[in-house]
T-cell receptor, first 109, second 113 residues
Framework: GENVEQHPSTLSVQEGDSAVIKCTYSDSASNYFPWYKQELGKGPQLIIDIRSNVGEKKDQRIAVTLNKTAKHFSLHITETQPEDSAVYFCAARAGKSTFGDGTTLTVKP | DGGITQSPKYLFRKEGQNVTLSCEQNLNHDAMYWYRQDPGQGLRLIYYSQIVNDFQKGDIAEGYSVSREKKESFPLTVTSAQKNPTAFYLC????????????FGSGTRLTVV
């Protein structure tokens, strides 16, 4: 089955800095890669996704890149703000999604 | 508005009791999932269902049971066989097509008292 590894497990940045979270996957059949943000006590919410035929996608301050050959994809958050503090999960989907273990991002004001 | 609703938000279970967590969606999604999340941990798959009247075990199905009698509903029962049920439970749904993300509910926090 699919295996998704996510790094780092915790990340602390100063407000205004950039944050990068990286994931690798094992199943070459995976062709859809979503990212979720989970705030304390709430369910995860989809924030951006990328399909396997695309190398990069941007949405305001967030972007995702995908390298299918190397089987890794990354989330980039620029100009971080305190409200970006949350747990972020990556996932890879062929049939059902397989999730990474999550990254706790703390943005210090 | 379309969405996925979990109830109750908080649930307390006595030792030896079965409890049922509700999950309802009005998104017309085919697939539904149950995850368990322990403090500071990731999402562990309990059960999933891709069509009505069919479901499959996930990675940690022991001590749990589900049913999928209607497309909109996927209740999870935590049985007395689950020895450590205290956790945050998340329900999710998605269309059958691969290129869609999951829509998650707001979760049920279950505590054994």
């Amino acid at each position: 089955g699919e295996n998704v590894e996510q790094h780092p497990s915790t990340l602390s940045v100063q407000e205004g800095d950039s944050a990068v979270i990286k994931c690798t996957y094992s199943d070459s059949a995976s062709n859809y890669f979503p990212w979720y943000k989970q705030e304390l006590g709430k369910g995860p919410q989809l924030i951006i996704d990328i399909r396997s035929n695309v190398g990069e996608k941007k949405d305001q301050r967030i972007a995702v890149t995908l390298n299918k050959t190397a089987k890794h994809f990354s989330l980039h958050i620029t100009e971080t703000q305190p409200e970006d503090s949350a747990v972020y999960f990556c996932a890879a989907r062929a049939g059902k999604s397989t999730f990474g273990d999550g990254t706790t991002l703390t943005v210090k004001p | 508005d379309g969405g996925i609703t979990q109830s109750p938000k908080y649930l307390f279970r006595k030792e030896g009791q079965n409890v049922t967590l509700s999950c309802e969606q009005n998104l017309n999604h085919d697939a539904m999932y149950w995850y368990r999340q322990d403090p500071g941990q990731g999402l562990r798959l309990i059960y999933y269902s891709q069509i009505v009247n069919d479901f499959q075990k996930g990675d940690i199905a022991e001590g749990y049971s589900v049913s999928r009698e209607k497309k909109e509903s996927f209740p999870l029962t935590v049985t007395s066989a689950q020895k450590n049920p205290t956790a945050f439970y998340l329900c999710a749904s998605t269309p059958a097509q691969v290129h869609y993300g999951y829509t998650f509910g707001s979760g049920t926090r279950l505590t054994v008292v």
